[in-house]
């Protein structure tokens, strides 16, 4: 009975190690401590920088340019968690400065076995930065060599997952995913842009100097439910959250929101810089219009405030 009993231990270990993420801290939540100035590894667990210098951003930082979900590059929430990395992935007045972070792997990738591959990816526009552009090819290339800031990963036109579609969406995360069969025993993963811009495609929002992305939940499997199922997961969770809907998304003239329950709540409407547009306390009732014909187009950024929660929507103004 205990041969048999322990039979059934490792083979339910092996299946279950199998089909776990290889990516240590995927959602860049484990810390070892909270942001107070632009960089990455002073804060984060096992990832460090590969080339030049990728950001991190945790809502605990104590100084609002490295927080989320405001930050000195825009707005998001965490795709999950309440952290997320941003890296320069395209340059328009330089064919090589672009960002990359890399990880060690949990274990070795197998020769000839076939890996998925997925992570979150969402653009970001702030003037102010310079990052007014979007582009392609952003992805993943597994290495046998650790890069560091010292050794740095080259922009060699090459990945072993990317994407063809210039990424664009301010307001969701958007999933890069793909499949590729080993063919070295690669123990590391880095993440950004790979190419040169003469292999890049890119969209341009005015005068700029570059395309900035946050990037989360960093998944590598050789199971092709286990990163799906993660992102499911997450998606059903944040679905299950709100009690207040607000729509519609683009907005034009007027926004509505509805919630379930007539518990009173405050609302204040800023823009991308943080400026306050329209503000109202106590609002009862379980639906809401609120006209938008005198604010700019861009990015609405809307604060609730119930007495128990905090809900923050992201809304694009046409």
């Known amino acids: 009975m205990k041969k048999l ?6 083979f339910f270990s092996a299946v279950c190690g199998y089909a776990q993420n290889l990516v240590p801290n995927p959602s860049f939540e484990n810390i070892v401590g909270c942001p107070f100035s632009f960089g ?28 989320t979900p405001t930050n000195d590059y825009g707005y998001q929430s965490a795709y999950y968690g309440n952290a997320y990395v941003g890296m320069l992935t ?3 007045d330089s064919s090589i400065y672009t960002e990359a972070a890399g990880i060690q792997l949990s274990q070795p990738l197998q020769i000839g076995v076939k890996y998925y591959v997925s992570f979150q990816l ?28 010292t050794n740095q ?4 036109n090459f990945a072993h997952v990317w994407t063809d579609s210039i990424i664009s969406d301010t307001i969701n995360w958007s999933t890069v995913s793909g499949s590729f069969i080993a063919d070295s025993a690669y123990s590391y993963l880095n993440l950004g842009n790979f190419f040169d811009k003469p292999f890049v495609d890119s969209l341009i929002y005015g005068t700029t100097f570059g395309a900035y992305y946050y990037f989360d939940n960093v998944c590598v499997s050789s ?17 299950n959250l709100p009690l207040i809907n607000v729509f519609p998304n683009p ?14 709540y405050d609302l204040i409407v800023y823009n991308k810089f943080g400026q306050k547009l ?6 009862t009732g379980s639906n809401k219009r609120i006209d938008t014909t005198e604010f700019d187009s861009g990015i609405l950024l809307i604060s609730i405030k119930t007495k128990n929660e905090n809900f923050n929507y992201k809304l694009l103004k046409s």
């Open 153 to 156: 990963i080259p922009v060699n």
């Open 278 to 283: 329209y503000e109202e306390k106590n609002i």
């Open 90 to 92: 395209y340059r328009s």
């Open 122 to 149: 969402s653009l970001t526009l702030e003037n102010t930065t310079g990052s007014m552009a979007a582009n392609n090819k952003i992805g993943v290339q597994f290495s046998t060599i650790e890069y560091s800031i």
């Open 223 to 239: 199971d092709s439910l286990t990163c799906n199922q993660i992102q499911t997961g997450i998606k059903q969770i944040r679905n």
């Open 251 to 264: 907005v034009s003239e007027h926004f509505y929101i509805s919630k379930n329950n007539t518990q009173p």
């Open 5 to 10: 009993l322990l039979y059934t231990v490792l």
């Open 40 to 67: 990455l590894e002073a804060y984060v667990q096992n990832w460090k920088s590969t080339r030049e210098t990728p950001d991190y951003f945790n809502s605990c930082s104590t100084w609002s340019g490295a927080s």
